[in-house]
């Protein structure tokens, strides 16, 4: 069966320090793969995707998630934080041609100042 | 651009009563999902419609109802709400069927939320 890890639960970085949020999914075929964007109090708000081509997805609001088949991992990172980048983020796959998606725990981002 | 309305932001419910979550999207979109969302356990389906008067369990459909009577419009009723049921509950709605190759990758657009909490 399908499934999704976010191995972190709670990431606390620095403002203007890099980001690496870590994903990685379980899934027969060639996946499609989502990030997506949770602030407090909102719905979902999708960063980047990757259904084909190239391994290297750039995103919304400067993030950025490369797929890499081998891994069976689809990380998401940003350069440079900035304190509005906090946030829940999750990490999806989708079921087939279904439309579903299946979704990770998510892993919750906390910028210090 | 696509737009996802959940009628209600925060209900309060008392154990035992029926409750009604309301979603409406603008796209025309053919796909609609419901999840529940809880801390640590990220978004689990509970029901998705693929049409009018269709529907399919999700993971978590145990205590849950759907209804899709209108295309633009899909319901969860809980027809007896209990404590464990609270939780944020959120709409999705997204074009499918044609695949990647007709430039459709399933994305998903969500609404707000809906903080349900039964006393």
């Known amino acids: 069966a399908q499934s999704v890890t976010q191995p972190d639960i709670h990431i606390t970085v620095s403002e203007g320090a890099s980001l690496e949020l870590r994903c990685n999914y379980s899934?027969?075929?060639?996946?499609?793969l989502f990030w997506y964007v949770q602030s407090p109090g909102q719905g979902l708000q999708l960063l980047l995707k990757?259904?084909?081509?190239?391994?290297l997805v750039q995103g919304i609001k400067g993030f950025e998630a490369e797929f890499k088949r081998s891994q069976s991992s689809f990380n998401l990172r940003k350069p440079s934080v900035h304190w509005s980048d906090a946030a829940e983020y999750f990490c999806?796959?989708?079921?087939?041609?279904?439309?579903?998606?299946?979704f990770g725990q998510g892993t919750t981002l906390q910028v210090k100042p | 651009d696509v737009k996802v309305t959940q009628s209600s932001r925060y209900l309060v419910k008392r154990t035992g009563e029926k409750v009604f979550l309301e979603c409406v999207q603008d796209?025309?979109?053919?796909?609609m999902f419901w999840y529940r969302q809880d801390p640590g356990l990220g978004l689990r389906l509970i029901y998705f419609?693929?049409?009018?008067?269709m529907k399919e369990k999700g993971d978590i459909p145990e205590g849950y109802s759907v209804s899709r009577e209108k295309k633009e419009r899909f319901s969860l009723i809980l027809e007896s709400a209990s404590t464990n049921q609270t939780s944020m509950y959120l709409c999705?709605?997204?074009?499918w069927g044609q695949g990647a190759a007709m430039g459709n990758t399933g994305e998903l657009f969500f609404g707000e939320g809906s903080r349900l909490t039964v006393l």
């Open positions: 999705a709605s997204s074009l």
């Open positions: 899934y027969g075929a060639t996946p499609y």
């Open positions: 990757y259904f084909s081509g190239d391994t």
């Open positions: 999806a796959v989708s079921s087939g041609n279904t439309g579903k998606l299946i």
């Open positions: 796209m025309d979109h053919e796909n």
């Open positions: 419609s693929y049409d009018v008067k």
